[in-house]
């Protein structure tokens, strides 16, 4: 799935300039079913026909919506879904 998102969406990959006083990177966050599984590398093990939908969502967004663990910092957040969910 790597290789398709990076065809026909490359901008999900990029972190969008920062202010300076975050303490944290933030980073572009990969959820299945809404559940965090990391960075964009996870979709590289991940089967096409396996996925029924997928999107973006910014880093606001995705920070007001969805849970990481720890503190993570999101700078956006790529949204998987499997099977039938």
């Not at 998102?5 to 006083?21: D, K, N, T, Y």
């Not at 026909?49 to 969805?66: C, F, I, K």
């Amino acid at each position: 799935m790597h290789d398709v998102v990076e065809e026909l969406r490359p901008r999900w990959f990029q972190i969008r300039a920062v202010g300076s006083l975050q303490q944290q990177t933030p980073e572009i966050g990969v959820f299945v079913n809404r559940v965090y599984q990391g960075g964009p590398a996870v979709l590289r093990d991940m089967s096409k026909t396996a996925v029924t939908r997928m999107e973006y969502m910014d880093g606001p967004q995705a920070s007001a919506r969805l849970r990481t663990p720890g503190a993570t910092a999101l700078a956006g957040a790529i949204l998987v879904q499997t099977g039938g969910n």
